[in-house]
């Protein structure tokens, strides 16, 4: 006999896990939220819910409310959710638009919005939920809702927002590459954001350097243990592979430019991650 909550429940599943997906940024913290959205539902008393698409819709937005404030005191990469694909110049309309709603160029923007900011925001902007229902879940006016969404839409749009891969942003990772290989610490002072952030996957953990002071001096690219390099897209921001004299993948980096200057950079050099990755053949 079908179960008409549950029949419900599963018409609803893509739509939470796109609103858990852009308030997170992770498929897997996704996939967490809906499930025990699910739960939470099964121990309700669904006679006393109205309206059962908008119940969901405040549950997933409280629980992933939950998850952002924790994460100011514990940040995290999803790593295993790169995607890397091969940079044969403009990116195609249907990446672009894909890389603009959900990569990580627009969740390097999210992140910059504090997480009342984003839930106004995300539910608001790209799901149209009415600003009393978001209210009820911040536990603010109307009012005041409205004023954190209009705030976090201007952080958004503001002007020096990183964007996905142009050419303006593939010839400042040139630039890089260059000077990373030829050691010029000058150049790389001047291609890098005073305040860049590098995040870095490693076998012993996530290391994080900040400033380019810091950050200048680990990024050489040794051509005694690099074979080759290839431009790539990873989740659509500029990037590039690099591979051992053997032929395994060194590491992947992705870079995020900002007027000309590399604000943030992410690099995956754990052979284990690397390994999960659909990596590009060597050039």
């Known amino acids: 006999m079908s179960d008409p909550i549950a029949e419900v429940f599963e018409a609803q599943r893509d739509r939470l896990r796109a609103v858990a997906y852009r308030m997170l940024g992770s498929h897997a913290d996704a996939e967490d939220v809906v499930q025990e ?23 997933v937005g409280r629980i992933s409310l939950d998850v952002l404030r924790s994460r100011q005191t ?40 504090g997480p009342s900011e984003r839930l106004a925001f995300v539910l608001h902007d790209l799901f149209a939920v009415p600003f009393d229902e978001i209210g009820q879940i911040l536990g603010k006016s109307t009012g005041a809702t409205k004023m954190l969404a209009s705030r976090a839409r201007r952080k958004v749009q503001a002007p020096g927002q990183p964007t996905t891969a142009g050419p303006q942003q593939r010839e400042v990772v040139r630039a890089f590459l260059a000077a990373a290989r030829d050691g010029d610490f000058e150049s790389l002072l001047q291609i890098l954001h005073p305040d860049v952030k590098l995040t870095i996957d490693t076998p012993g953990g996530e290391v994080i350097l900040l400033g380019a002071t ?35 993948p060194l590491s992947v980096l992705a870079f995020t430019v900002v007027d000309n200057r590399i604000v943030r950079m992410l690099a995956v050099a754990n052979p284990a991650t690397l390994a999960k990755l659909d990596l590009p053949e060597p050039v």
Do not use: C
């Open 214 to 248: 810091k950050v200048a001096p680990n990024v050489r690219l040794s051509s005694g243990g690099v074979m080759g390099v290839r431009e790539v897209l990873v989740n659509g921001l500029p990037g590039i592979v690099a591979w051992r004299p053997d032929g395994t």
């Open 74 to 113: 514990h940040p995290q990469v999803s790593y295993d959710e790169l995607v890397v694909t091969v940079d044969d110049g403009p990116v195609p309309e249907e990446t672009a638009a894909l890389a603009d709603s959900v990569g990580l160029a627009l969740l390097v923007v999210l992140e910059s919005l």
């Open 37 to 59: 959205a699910w739960l939470r539902l099964t121990r309700q008393d669904t006679d006393t819910i109205h309206n059962l698409a908008g119940w969901l819709t405040t549950v």
